[in-house]
Structure formats: C-alpha cells, structure tokens
C-alpha cells in the first residue's frame, strides 16, 4: 500500500523517473546531480537526493530527510556504499514487499528502539526527593485485594510481589511536588500490565488535613497504615474484554508538623517492617 501511494504521489505514475521527486524538492538538478534512469547510482548533498536509479531499492538516511526509492524490478539483496556530505554510508540494497517492511530493516527498527529504550533507561537523579523506604526494607500490606510485599532493590527501583505475580519496576523522580509530594513515582507497566506506583511523603499541619488525605487514598486503593503514618493502599483489576491487568500501588509517610504522627484506625497486624529480608 505504501509502496503504491509512494510510486502515484512522489515518483509519478507509471514512470520510476525524477519529475515527481523534483516536484517535492527532493531531487536537486544538473548542477547538484542529475537524477539517473539507469546507471544504479544514488546519492545526497545537505539532505537532498541527488540521484536515483529507475529499477533501485535502496533504503538510506541522510542529514535531513530520508532517501527512499523503492524496487521496480525485485533483484536480489546485495550490500553497496554511497557517499553523503563525505561520510561513507552503508546500504542494503533490500525487496520490498508492498504489505510488510522486510528482515532488514525490522532488524534496524529493533535495535533503534533498542537504543532508545536504553537512552530513557536512566531516572533523573533529586537529592532531595522525599522517599519512605531504606536499603534492604521490606514491606507487607494485607487489605481485602490480598497480600502486597514491596522491596527495596535501589533507592528508585522497587519489587513487587502479590497474588503469584512478581514484578520489579524502575520509577521516576518527581522534580517538582505532585499534590503534596516530592518522591517518585512509575506511569506504565512492562507490557503484560499496566501500573501506576507511587512513593512518597505527606507532610499535613493538622490531623483534619492526613485524615482527609486517607479517606481520598480509600476512593482508589485499598488501604492499611501503622500509628506512625505509613500508609500502603493497593488495587488491582482486570479488564472485562480480555483480564489485561491494571495495578495501583502507593507507598506514604504521612507527617504531621514534621513528625511521625499517632493516626488512629490503624491496623498494625495488616501492615509490617521487615529491616533485613
């Protein structure tokens, strides 16, 4: 489909010439590289495509816009070079095929999405993000969803382990407060689940200001907390049409004038420390 709409919009129907790449200002003219009809030869200056063969396939990128031509006669793969603005170039001379991209270049996709992945892989670094668990915690929380264990693996990546599954989750830095809070948090799942995780501190100058944050935690999760003010709410559920699963964990410290309060309708037996696992 896109090989049609390519060949009737860009290159002209019924021809492989360089009319319909000239029309779009693709192609330069005679004194930047004349466009061939049959000698195989590309090649590109600033980002324009200077040449291109009639019977061609070649699939590259220059600085500003890509070089694409597509296959008129199907000839086997085979590797060549082109120059552009003195870099050499590798290309792969590929078939196309009009429905799917070909092994080439879904290898290529691969590994730039693989590149990508690594590149946002990295969390932006807050001294002074305010967090609820230390090296080596470990936290359990029993509400009506089941049992929630939550680990500690480095100061923004958290485990999660409940109802069988099992799940370790890099979260990001909150650089600006959030509703109150300045910890972290992750948006997404991993692709078998979507998730929202939260951690942080709640700091309140009153009790009336930490229980009306409670009972809003309670409209989304389900939710235990100690005396002290930590509070663990999490929920799960699964989509009607296919039980795809959405999960909701948030981890708080809840403050009151700077310090650990004494919260009533606290349940220490559903929610415990574990220093060391």
């Known amino acids: 489909m896109a090989l049609r709409w390519f060949q009737s919009m860009v290159v002209g129907r019924g021809t492989w010439g360089g009319e319909g790449l000239r029309r779009w200002g693709w192609v330069g003219d005679q004194g930047s590289g004349h466009v061939s ?94 967090l609820v668990m230390g090296p080596g915690s470990v936290i359990e929380a029993t509400t009506s969803q089941g049992t929630m264990q939550i680990s500690h693996v480095d100061r923004y990546t958290r485990r999660y382990i409940w109802d069988g599954y099992d799940k370790t989750f890099r979260h990001q830095t909150r650089q600006e407060r959030w ?66 699963l959405a999960l909701h964990v948030a981890v708080w410290q809840i403050f009151i004038d700077g310090k650990k309060p004494n919260l009533p309708g606290a349940s220490p037996s559903k929610i415990r420390r574990i220093a060391n696992p």
């Open 37 to 130: 009809s049959g000698d195989g030869r590309m090649g590109c200056v600033a980002g324009r495509i200077v040449g291109i063969s009639c019977n061609a396939d070649w699939v590259g990128y220059c600085w500003e816009h890509p070089i694409i031509s597509v296959e008129h006669q199907g000839i086997e793969s085979r590797r060549d070079t082109i120059r552009c603005l003195g870099c050499r170039w590798i290309i792969h001379r590929i078939w196309w095929d009009d429905r799917l991209f070909c092994k080439e270049m879904k290898n290529i996709f691969h590994l730039l999405m693989a590149l990508l992945l690594c590149s946002c892989a990295s969390v932006p670094d807050n001294p002074n993000a305010e």
């Open 179 to 244: 509703y109150g809070s300045l910890g972290m948090y992750r948006p997404t799942g991993d692709g078998t689940m979507h998730a929202v995780l939260e951690e942080g501190q709640q700091h309140f100058s009153n009790y009336s200001e930490a229980r009306s944050f409670i009972t809003k935690q309670e409209r989304f999760t389900d939710c235990v907390w100690t005396r002290d003010g930590l509070l663990v709410g999490w929920k799960q559920q699964g989509r009607l049409e296919d039980g795809f």
